[in-house]
């Protein structure tokens, strides 16, 4: 894996919580991206080499509501960019984890994604990311 590609962060609200990170980060948001196959609204915070994704659901059962209603706002996901994601998933794969998607799907932010299952992973969701060509 080449690096943390960015930090996911869930909230209830883009619209309180884009300000606060603004000011927390003294950056502006870049990007603000719904993804409806996964019903999130993103805005994504440039730090350096890596981002902060900020993640809020659009939807009353999306996933990001469930996360909220178990555990509250805060870190949700970790995403490292990988250089080949078929070939990490396969290896990932043959090391035992459990994959949560058999083929990568469109993730925000012009990448192809993967997650693993947390069981995996000391409950930390991860996902590797591949810049789309
Ligand atoms: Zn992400």
Known sequence: MLKVEHIGIAVKSLSLSVPLFEKLLNSQCYKTEEVASEAVATAFFRQGDTKIEL??????????????????????????????????????????????????????????????????TNSVLIELCQEKG
């Open 55 to 120: 993640l809020e659901s659009t939807t009353e059962d999306g996933v990001i509501r469930k996360f909220i209603d178990k555990k509250g706002e805060g870190i949700h996901h970790i995403a490292f960019e990988v250089a080949d994601i078929l070939s990490e998933m396969e290896r990932l794969k043959g090391e035992g984890f459990l994959l949560l998607n058999e083929t990568p799907k469109d993730g925000a932010d012009n990448k192809l994604v993967c997650f693993l299952h947390p069981k995996d």
